[in-house]
């Protein structure tokens, strides 16, 4: 089966604009989960969304916004972009989002804020 | 606050040999922990999950141990090559977050032929 896709694989913007990053998780698979990856920060996570619902929340500003819809392709805005939010942002699903499914991660689009 | 962490540091080893990655964890008790392996510009690829209750778990050349008296977990790879170079990462659940994962910063795996 068709693996997690995410487009677009790179973008670059200036400070101040907004970007809106798209996510197809794999068919059937209900939760959608958002990171975001940094060389100083590592892997974390933006938030997690299941039947449309967004059902947990990481430690980022409400600039980093998402949405689900209901055939589980989910997308993630990032508004007023600053230079910090350069990084690859990666999706990723799995069937319920039990935390023990394993997660299937795409390719991840790498934003760059100039 | 909860915190994975992971030697930082590259580990370089000669092809054959056994490699071994560490992921420690403070100030909670995961319920279990998530090895990945990811590759420059790739999303991670799940490897394997051992449970707190699991002493080890082996899935071909790769073993993981949870030793939660000394709160860690040990991702070894046996037979080791120039393939297995990678970055692996440790994770587990989320505190207060559902389940969601908390990743490790990752330990950076060169093969050497």
């Known amino acids: 089966k068709a693996g997690v896709t995410q487009t677009p694989r790179y973008l670059i913007k200036t400070r101040g604009q907004q970007v809106t990053l798209s996510c197809s998780p794999i068919s059937g698979h209900r939760s959608v989960s958002w990171y975001q990856q940094t060389p100083g920060q590592g892997l974390q996570f933006l938030f997690e969304y299941f039947s449309e619902t967004q059902r947990n929340k990481g430690n980022f500003p409400g600039r980093f916004s998402g949405r689900q819809f209901s055939n589980s392709r989910s997308e993630m805005n990032v508004s007023t972009l600053e230079l910090g939010d350069s990084a690859l942002y990666l999706c990723?699903?799995?069937?319920?989002?039990?935390?023990?499914?394993?997660?299937?991660f795409g390719p991840g689009t790498r934003l760059t804020v100039t | 606050s909860q915190k994975i962490e992971q030697n930082s540091e590259a580990l370089n080893i000669q092809e054959g040999k056994t490699a071994t990655l560490t992921c420690n964890y403070t100030?909670?008790?995961?319920?279990?922990l998530q090895w990945y392996r990811q590759d420059p510009g790739r999303g991670p690829v799940f490897l394997l999950l051992i449970r707190e209750n699991e002493k080890e778990k082996r899935k071909e050349r790769l073993k993981v141990t949870f030793d939660t008296t000394l709160k860690q977990s040990l991702f070894h790879i046996t037979a080791s090559q120039p393939a297995d170079s990678a970055t692996y990462l440790c994770a587990s659940p989320t505190r207060n977050a559902g389940n969601m994962l908390t990743f490790g910063g990752g330990t950076r795996l060169m093969v050497k032929p």
């Open positions: 100030n909670y008790s995961p319920a279990y």
């Open positions: 990723a699903s799995s069937l319920v989002g039990s935390g023990v499914d394993e997660q299937y």
